[in-house]
T-cell receptor, first 110, second 113 residues
Framework: KNEVEQSPQNLTAQEGEFITINCSYS?????LHWLQQHPGGGIVSLFM???GKKKHGRLIATINIQEKHSSLHITASHPRDSAVYIC????????????FGQGTRLTINP | KAGVTQTPRYLIKTRGQQVTLSCSPI?????VSWYQQTPGQGLQFLFE???????NKGNFPGRFSGRQFSNSRSEMNVSTLELGDSALYLC????????????FGPGTRLLVL
């Protein structure tokens, strides 16, 4: 069993739909990261959070430390949101040693 | 401010050879982390350097090594290449590394034949 589990693995939706991607982890963490990877490989860090909720434009990330669960939401989805979304966790004992989920491939159709 | 740069972007090597990849962090960033991404294993942490010292290491064999220079630029080296080393190698930088937002480079795509 992976330390970091994401669901779903693949998600196809129509433009405008509300998208939710989930991430669960097994032990205490210092921070959780949401990353976006477009075809070609470039990775962009979307959020880093250790508690509560963060919002940036149409993207919202939440984390529940007690339940060891985080969600990434996309409102009013657009084809340009099509990418792989990756959850990664940093552990309290480590420095920048991230453990990654397997990623969620999101496709938004026009 | 210039982003994280990695050179070369693409590389083809044969089994048994060695390879050196380079990463230049964002100016002022002192932490550089390296990651390997393969279709089968996904993203995996290789190591992190801070102020020229390796601060953390992932579960990779000793063939994978790295270093960081006084200007924070980092190199990673893979010796005695194996077919399974074919991957996208990404580096990321941050100011001090302790649970901070990381800024990723475009990656070096290595193909081992």
């Amino acid at each position: 069993k992976n330390e970091v589990e994401q669901s779903p693995q693949n998600l196809t939706a129509q433009e405008g739909e509300f998208i939710t991607i989930n991430c669960s982890y097994s032990v205490g963490i210092s921070a959780l990261h949401w990353l976006q990877q477009h075809p070609g490989g470039g990775i962009v860090s979307l959020f880093m959070l250790s508690s509560g909720k963060k919002k940036h434009g149409r993207l919202i990330a939440t984390i529940n430390i007690q339940e060891k669960h985080s969600s990434l939401h996309i409102t009013a989805s657009h084809p340009r949101d099509s990418a792989v979304y990756i959850c990664a966790v940093g552990y309290i004992q480590g420095a920048q040693k991230l453990v990654f989920g397997q990623g969620t491939r999101l496709t938004i159709n026009p | 401010k210039a982003g994280v740069t990695q050179t070369p972007r693409y590389l083809i090597k044969t089994r048994g050879q060695q390879v050196t990849l380079s990463c230049s962090p964002i100016s002022g960033h002192r932490s550089v982390s390296w990651y390997q991404q393969t279709p089968g294993q996904g993203l995996q942490f290789l190591f992190e350097y801070f102020s020229e010292t390796q601060r953390n290491k992932g579960n990779f064999p000793g063939r994978f090594s790295g270093r960081q220079f006084s200007n924070s630029r980092s190199e990673m080296n893979v010796s005695t290449l194996e077919l399974g080393d074919s991957a996208l190698y990404l580096c990321a930088s941050s100011l001090a590394g302790q649970g901070e937002t990381q800024y990723f480079g475009p990656g070096t795509r290595l193909l081992v034949l």
